[in-house]
């Protein structure tokens, strides 16, 4: 019986994956990888420390750094190393739909630097300061 992972998320050809990068008392530095290699992922029965998760899936096409503060989720950095945002789109819908679900009483907020993508994810700003984050799951 092969051991379920929680913090990988395929669909279709794409992986995505959660890491922790730093961690003190207050918070933690997290990031999120989105990787494809354009060949359909097959379920390999094997224990988790014989393939550390950071070797699983093909080329990173997308990563998503974040900080988690208690309950609060604040998206602080991301690339798309694609040819469009599908890939940021699928991280963006983990983190949002799977890790930090509004009825577990997490909020997630971003700043307004591509408004419209943003927007598209059902992100909306609370207030009108520029300089107000854009927020889901309130």
Not at 70 to 76: A, G, L, R, T
Request: proline residues 5%; contains cysteine; hydrophobic residues 40%.
């Amino acid at each position: 019986m092969a051991i379920r992972r929680p913090s990988v998320y395929r669909q279709n050809d794409f992986v995505v994956q959660d890491f922790l990068d730093y961690e003190t008392e207050d918070e933690e530095l997290r990031y999120l990888l989105v990787k494809y290699d354009g060949e359909s992922f097959t379920l390999v029965k094997q224990t988790f420390d014989s393939n550390p998760p950071e070797f699983w899936g093909g080329s990173i096409i997308a990563r998503i750094d974040y900080t988690l503060r208690e309950k609060v989720v604040i998206i602080d950095h991301w690339e798309v190393f694609w040819r469009d945002e599908w890939p940021l789109r699928l991280g963006a819908q983990y983190l949002v739909n799977c890790l930090y679900k509004s009825e577990l009483g997490y909020s997630i907020l971003v700043n307004k630097e591509q408004y419209p993508f943003w927007v598209s994810e059902n992100f909306f700003p609370f207030s009108n300061s520029p300089d107000d984050y854009l927020v889901e799951n309130i």
